[in-house]
Nanobody
Framework: QVQLVESGGGLVHPGGSLRLSCAAS????????MGWYRQAPGKQRELVAS???????NYVDSVKGRFTISRDNAKNTVYLQMNALQPDDTAVYYC?????????WGQGTQVTVSS
């Protein structure tokens, strides 16, 4: 069982920045495949960014060059640095861990981009 706790969401003006954090339980965090998803009202949940145990990263096209995913294995934490935020980035952001064929989810954190 893996527990995930997100933090760092909030309200930001267009062009602003936020950093999301996701703290994970478990002693094998370094091998977890980690991802950040988001879900806007009326839309399907989408994968925004992912990072492997070897720190290879992948991003959805709409956030490339603006968002950066990283991980600190010593702290069992994955981050999502979000810059140049736009109103279309408004959504609930979820942390995901894929471990031995099982998906684990955090509770979600709201990100609202509005003037």
């Amino acid at each position: 069982q893996v527990q995930l706790v997100e933090s760092g969401g909030g309200l930001v003006h267009p062009g602003g920045s936020l950093r999301l954090s996701c703290a994970a339980s478990g002693s094998a965090f370094s091998i977890y495949f980690m991802g950040w998803y988001r879900q806007a009202p009326g839309k399907q949940r989408e994968l925004v960014a992912s990072i492997t145990s070897g720190r290879s990263t992948n991003y959805v096209d709409s956030v490339k060059g603006r968002f950066t995913i990283s991980r600190d294995n010593a702290k069992n934490t994955v981050y999502l640095q979000m810059n140049a935020l736009q109103p279309d980035d408004t959504a609930v952001y979820y942390c995901n861990a894929y471990v031995k064929g099982v998906d684990y989810w955090g509770q979600g954190t709201q990100v609202t981009v509005s003037s």
